[in-house]
């Protein structure tokens, strides 16, 4: 080749790259990831009228960790639902404060847990560590709680992974406590083991009862907390994602039944009783479920959000098709239980 | 695609720089040179933005834990080692330096138009980046041979300083592109993979088009018969490649990695992961101001001599680390010392190979560098994160510390013991 003819084969080939990045970069604008237009006020719209709604995120983890938010009505079903300007990979609110696990942007190739208010616009930023997995805020608004896999990517292969599971207060955006550095009895024995994993908190009423998963020595347990105390009680073996009942008697949880291909059974645990029922879901369901009302608990399956009834009976249903991490926001004051 | 605007003003100014510093005796860089680095620096700015947003992309997406991906990468770079060896006696042999290194080039292109299409599975991914390490480790070898022997011998070091500065800026440019487009188009990967694919075949087209190959001894000089594989071996019983390379490998042996460094720096002044790859850019761009200087200090002062004071800067990164110091003060001295230690230690132990092997097997002689310093550091990475964790940060430092003096005296004893020939 002479060194006109390279020079014009190079001339080509710039040409051509310039053409495709250049198409590549517009089609990656096009796609994008962050919340495109919603609305800003729905939620405090809906939270001035109580108007109930059910608050989750769209789409599926194929598109990545985040998805936009929308807000769906639980008075009339069926109307369609009001995408919001937020996107979040998991989300969870209560009146006031909201919990949003999103990719963290910029130079940063991490993830943050961003709280935001009911104009959704965040409020504090606090960078984490590890991938996002369970979100969860106290009903009063006070703390949040951060699920994260530190290693392992799946709850599915028992001992195969570390969580870190972090308490936040959502006044300040600043950790308040971690639950490794609890003191858990079991009976009256202090639990030392330094294989303790915790994971998936839920609250009760009061803000500082909570209840959620130890992993130690290969078992599950469910524990039952005091943030303020720093200390957890062993109550029950083989309870996996914990979420208490509105009024607080019950427990909902994923009970280790089967093989690693499909490990768990929904089920509810009576807290006054230990008598556990399980759901007529027989799909192995890897979610912390949310309680609809006090008879019906939503959660998600395959990309999509199913309904089944709390004492075992029926057929579970779809509720809505595309989303998870679905947040109910009743705002009535729900029946006291502590 | 600004980026390739930029590094061809980059690329005047080196040729500016070079051009108002050569000396009467012609102490100017061949243009092999310059097109091997313009092409390892658009190749870097296309490999460094997907290395940047790999780990993200296969966490957020393909379900993968960062401590999995850590693990595999470390194996797939020991993989790398092995196939370096492989296509430096290949390019040797053949006399195919420039084909050997287009086909390593070539390959790495190829994988990062696969990323954007093969979907998040784990093995895919896996598959594919095992590829575009192996496509590394072929075209380095030939690389260096290529410079080596398209440079006249008492200006080896100021040509690989200049690849090296050029190179280094790529590995600058390529994370700040990936994150300026991940800024614009959030999760936009697959943005990303394709333009790191169209700079990667720009590179491989700068290679392929403009790069001319100079046989070893050009014209009548040439051997008869190419040298058998087991010539590459036979450098071993050369007493200034021998004691170059237990040099090499001993000095290695006592090198922390800089994610120790990075991670010692962050503990120290309790930075937040974001500003990790701000350490990266601060040590690199050192590096790249440096690389140059360095190379002429080696040509004018020895080479050796050069090498053993980068080992010496090194040391006062650990001392740094060890020292009182903080605040952004100890970060600008041990970053400092960081990108100086490369400037002059990096290009320069390529530099001072090529003085010592022969043109006919020369990349196989580098490869054979390459590789045993690049298996001694990572002997080297293993055992301070054991110190570490058995012991504590600073203990794995001062470890670390003395065995470098050792290894630094050592090294200066079989240097001047087995000096390089006179030019």
């Known amino acids: 080749m002479t060194a006109a003819r390279r020079r014009t084969a190079f001339v080509a080939l710039l040409a051509l790259c310039v053409v495709g990045a250049g198409v590549a970069v517009l089609a990656g604008l096009g796609s994008g990831g962050a919340a495109k237009g919603g609305s800003t006020g729905a939620l405090a719209d809906a939270q001035q009228t109580r108007r109930p709604v059910v608050l989750y995120r769209t789409g599926d983890r194929s598109q990545g960790p985040g998805g936009q938010l929308a807000l769906a009505s639980l008075a009339q079903p069926g109307t369609p639902a009001t995408a919001l300007h937020l996107s979040c990979g998991r989300v969870s609110y209560a009146p006031g404060a909201g919990l949003c696990l999103t990719q963290a942007k910029g130079f940063a190739a991490g993830y943050e847990a961003d709280v935001f208010g009911a104009d959704l616009k965040v409020r504090h930023r606090l960078a984490v560590e590890g991938v996002p997995s369970r979100a969860r805020v106290s009903p009063d608004g006070r703390y949040g709680a951060v699920t994260l896999f530190v290693t392992g990517h799946s709850y599915a292969a028992a001992g195969q992974f570390s969580t870190d599971t972090t308490l936040i207060d959502m006044r300040s955006g600043r950790e308040a406590a971690q639950l490794e550095r609890f003191a858990v009895t079991k009976g009256d024995r202090q639990l030392t083991a330094l294989d303790m994993n915790f994971w998936g908190v839920t609250f009760a009423r009061d803000s500082d009862r909570f209840y959620a998963t130890l992993a130690t020595g290969g078992k599950t347990y469910l524990v039952e907390g005091s943030v303020r105390g720093r200390t957890a009680r062993v109550l029950h073996e083989n309870v996996e994602c914990p979420s208490l009942s509105p009024d607080g008697t019950r427990i909902a949880y994923k009970k280790r039944t089967g093989p690693a291909s499909r490990p768990w059974h929904l089920t509810v645990l009576d807290l006054a009783t230990m008598h556990e029922t399980p759901l007529a879901e027989t799909r192995s369901i890897d979610d912390q479920v949310e309680w609809l009302d006090d008879r019906r608990v939503l959660y998600g399956v395959g990309g999509d959000v199913d309904v089944a009834a709390a004492d075992g009976t029926g057929r579970p249903a779809r509720f809505f098709t595309g989303g998870g991490s679905p947040t109910v926001l009743s705002w009535a004051a729900r029946t006291p239980a502590s | ?423």
């Open chain 2, 1 to 423: 695609m600004y980026q390739v605007s930029d590094s061809k003003a980059l690329l005047r100014g080196h040729r500016r720089l070079l051009a108002a510093r050569s000396t009467p005796a012609g102490g100017r860089v061949s243009r092999t040179v310059v097109l091997l680095g313009l092409t390892s620096l658009i190749t870097d700015i296309s490999s460094e933005m997907v290395v940047t947003v790999l780990p993200l992309y296969l966490v957020a997406i393909g379900g993968f834990s960062p401590l999995a991906f850590g693990f595999i990468d470390g194996l797939y770079n020991g993989a790398t080692a092995l196939m370096g060896l492989a296509s430096g006696m290949i390019g040797d042999r053949f006399r195919r330096h420039k084909e050997t290194a287009a086909t390593g080039y070539g390959i790495s292109a190829v994988c990062k138009l696969l990323l954007a299409v093969v979907g998040t599975g784990v093995s895919a991914i896996g598959a594919v980046v095992l590829l575009d390490r192996a496509g590394k480790g072929i075209r380095t070898a030939p690389r260096d041979a290529m410079i080596s022997l398209a440079t006249p011998r008492d200006q080896l070091g100021m040509a690989f300083g200049v690849h090296r500065a050029m190179d280094t800026t790529g590995a600058v440019l390529g994370p700040l592109l990936a994150f300026a487009l991940l800024a614009a188009a959030p999760l936009a990967f697959h943005t990303v993979f394709l333009v790191s694919f169209f700079l990667a075949l720009l590179g491989v087209g700068v290679l392929v088009l403009f790069v001319e190959q100079r046989g070893p001894v050009a014209g009548a000089q040439a051997p008869e018969r190419p040298p058998a594989l087991s010539g590459a071996f036979a450098l071993l019983r050369l007493p200034r490649y021998r004691a170059l390379m237990c040099a090499g490998a001993a000095l290695s042996l006592a090198t922390a990695s800089d994610a120790f460094v990075f991670l010692a720096l962050q503990k120290e002044l309790d930075l937040g992961t974001s500003l990790f790859p701000l350490l990266f850019v601060a040590s690199s761009g050192t590096y790249m101001l440096l690389a140059v200087p360095a190379g002429r200090l080696a040509d004018r002062f020895g080479r050796g001599r050069v090498f053993l004071a980068g080992y010496a800067l090194l040391l006062g990164v650990y001392l740094a680390v060890l020292s009182p110091l903080g605040g952004w003060l100890l970060l600008v001295v041990a970053l400092g010392l960081l990108g100086a230690y490369y400037a002059a230690t990096d290009g320069v132990l390529m530099a001072l190979g090529s003085t010592v092997v022969p043109e006919e097997v020369r990349g196989s002689g580098l490869a054979l560098l390459g590789t045993a310093t690049s298996i001694a550091r990572l002997v080297a990475s293993v055992a301070f994160g054991a110190l570490w964790t058995l012991w504590t940060l600073n203990g794995a430092f001062i470890a670390f510390g003395a065995a470098l003096v050792v290894a630094t005296a050592l090294a200066g004893f079989l240097l001047v013991r087995a000096p390089e020939p006179a030019a």
